[in-house]
């Protein structure tokens, strides 16, 4: 496959456009089958977050930011859902394909490793977009809050898909079993989204903890979020901007390079 990319002359082209096509629509098409698990769950959990801490928190909490508690929560909730799903839907791919061993029907195909890598993104930004569109609408219907900046928010909400996607590519290859996935989930991602500001804003920490927090790339994908919803944030927009999209460009590169040269996939 390498030598094929080298001298670009593949028979379906530079780019297997059709390829690349299929392996997306496939991802999305796996998580819309069982949209109950991948969309109306995270929707209804993300309603109990808010409802639980509003009810215990809320009363005596008070403002944060200048804004009500369940107002700040909200987009912190929304981002740590999506970036939830977003990981979860490449690493869940990729383990059970290896577990059930058709991942060979993947390898196979005339796929270049950039191309299977845009592919498995695709499934997972697509995936993190319509859970960040429930959870926005349900927030507007709701709770009255209307995102101040849509578009901010809408790039937040895709380089936490494209992040956490590319994360769940990079773990979808590690582990050989469902018992290492959990282990990275449990112990990797959700600590790094939970001790992110998801439920608080960074300034009551320390300034030891507010320097740990500001070297967690997920603490500038919920802030970026905040901003996008209710247009104040901890950090500055554009240093988020910034770091999410280096973040991003490493994390790509690493699970491109994981396609490239088979790592755990072949013999």
């Not at 009500?68 to 383990?95: C, D, K, R, Y």
């Amino acid at each position: 496959m390498a030598q094929v990319e080298q001298i670009g002359t593949r028979r379906f082209g530079r780019v297997n456009w059709l390829g690349m096509y299929t392996l997306a629509h496939r991802e999305i098409r796996r998580f819309v089958a069982v949209w109950t698990q991948t969309l109306l769950a995270p929707l209804v959990t993300a309603g109990l977050f808010l409802l639980i801490f509003n009810l215990a928190i809320g009363p005596m909490r008070g403002d944060v930011n200048g804004m009500p508690f369940v107002a700040f929560l909200a987009p912190g909730i929304l981002m740590m859902t999506v970036m939830q799903n977003a990981f979860a839907n490449t690493s869940s791919s990729l383990v059970i394909s290896k577990v059930q061993g058709n991942i060979v029907d993947t390898l196979m195909p005339p796929l270049s490793a950039t191309e299977m890598v845009v592919g498995y993104l695709a499934g997972a930004v697509t995936r993190g977009v319509f859970v960040a569109s429930a959870i926005t609408l349900a927030m507007i219907l709701v709770l009255g809050i209307v995102p101040a900046h849509i578009g901010w928010l809408l790039v937040f909400v895709t380089l936490g898909g494209g992040i956490l996607g590319g994360l769940g590519i990079i773990a979808g290859i590690f582990a050989n079993k469902f018992d290492h996935m959990a282990a990275i989930t449990n112990f990797v991602i959700t600590p790094l989204s939970f001790l992110s500001g998801t439920f608080y804003s960074i300034e009551i920490l320390p300034p030891a903890m507010q320097v740990v927090t500001r070297f967690n790339p997920m603490f500038y994908l919920i802030d970026g979020a905040r901003y996008g919803v209710i247009g104040a944030s901890d950090a500055n927009v554009w240093v988020g901007l910034a770091v999410c999209t280096a973040v991003f460009a490493a994390i790509v590169f690493a699970a491109w390079r994981m396609f490239k040269t088979g790592y755990r996939l072949k013999p």
